[in-house]
């Protein structure tokens, strides 16, 4: 956990490859889905010498009505 804070990771991939998804202060959810369509939207750090997503907007790629993140 970077600077001790609680936080929820997940490993998020298309054709192209992986990368991880991580969210502060938030408990992890034991629900989560394993092949779960979404889309992120946010910044993209470096973080122990890997790509991150640091707490980025997220919404299921259901419908094709994006709110939350940019289309």
């Known amino acids: 956990m970077p600077g001790g804070r609680r936080s929820t990771e997940v490993i998020v991939g298309d054709e192209s490859g992986n990368v991880r ?3 502060f202060n938030i408990p992890t959810s034991r629900n989560t889905r394993s092949q779960y369509e979404i ?3 946010g910044r993209v750090r470096l973080f122990n010498g890997r ?8 919404e299921p790629l259901e ?3 994006l709110i ?3 289309d």
């Open 21 to 23: 998804a991580m969210w």
């Open 39 to 41: 889309v992120l939207s």
């Open 51 to 58: 790509f991150v997503f640091e707490s980025p907007e997220w």
């Open 63 to 65: 419908d094709g009505d």
């Open 68 to 70: 939350h993140t940019v």
